[in-house]
């Protein structure tokens, strides 16, 4: 079986649900994706191996890996947490669970939140001396600015990269008192990269960028926007090609640091937005 207690739910589902068997099917993906993802990454349920350690916290977890990481649509989701729903429901009936985890997890409503504005790079210097906004959206808002993707941002020894970059005054001000806060733990944790855990952890120091994004979205309030870096980046190139016509392509591609493709790409993508 590819998800405990399979074969009685799907059971269920033919003969008391009536379901088709396409929509089985998806129930199907749904649960050994979930499943798949709790022997990887829960530990109690890896050493355990038993629906009943499956806690709220855990699907929370999953659904925001959803969310964030695979950047699932709220139409998806819901979707995805009505299938968990049915299931640990069938669960508790058989007896074979004494909770029910998703039972107090509600579906997304249809997003109303702003999108990045395409100017947002004119008011950065405002965005850096705000103090309400966490240390890690600031930078990540910083060095969206200068071009960078969240891959390369993320990525070991990128650090390194920002000796060589031309920072203004007051961003070069932001950056040395960033990692001046963050010295301290850069010392716990023996690593001098950008972006850190709280916990110490010799063996994987880095934050990843699922847990970097718990960062960006508690700022989501007070920006007014989710500062989410690939459209931050993707407004950031299209906002400097509009204010900079008198460049070259070839300038372009070195200051933001892209492909001929990519600039390609984000000509078009004006355009298009434009019409």
């Known amino acids: ?78 979707k995805v947490l009505s299938h968990l729903n049915i299931y640990f429901i069938f669960l508790f009936t058989i007896k074979a669970s004494a909770d029910l985890p998703t039972i107090n997890i509600h579906g997304k409503k249809r997003s109303t939140e702003l999108a990045v504005p395409l100017n947002w790079t004119d008011d950065l210097e405002t965005y850096l001396a705000d103090e309400r906004l966490t240390d890690y959206t600031r930078l990540i808002m910083l060095l969206t600015a200068r071009f960078y993707s ?30 001046q806060r963050q010295a301290t733990m850069r010392l716990r944790q023996a690593c001098d990269d950008l972006f850190l855990k709280q916990h110490i952890r010799p063996d994987a120091p880095r934050l990843t960028i699922y847990a970097l994004h718990k960062y960006l979205n508690k700022d989501t309030a007070t920006l007014g926007f989710k500062p989410a870096p690939r459209e931050m980046l993707q407004a950031a190139v299209m906002n400097f090609i509009i204010q900079n016509q008198s460049l070259s392509d070839t300038q372009l591609m070195n200051i933001m640091h892209l492909p001929p493709q990519s600039l390609a790409y984000y000509r078009n993508l004006i355009l298009k937005k434009m019409r």
């Open 150 to 179: 969240v891959k390369e941002i993320m990525a070991e020894g990128f650090y390194r990269v920002l000796e060589h970059e031309d920072f203004t005054p007051s961003q070069a001000t932001f950056y040395q008192d960033f990692r």
């Open 1 to 78: 079986m590819d998800y405990p207690y399979q074969e009685q739910f799907e059971r269920y589902l033919k003969d008391v649900k009536k379901l088709k068997d396409s929509t089985i099917a998806d129930f199907y993906n749904d649960l050994t994706d979930f499943f798949n993802y709790e022997s990887h990454f829960n530990r109690t349920y890896q050493e355990i191996g038993l629906v009943k350690v499956l806690s709220e916290n855990d699907v929370r977890d999953y659904l925001e890996m959803l969310s964030i990481k695979r950047e699932y649509k709220n139409t998806t989701y819901n």
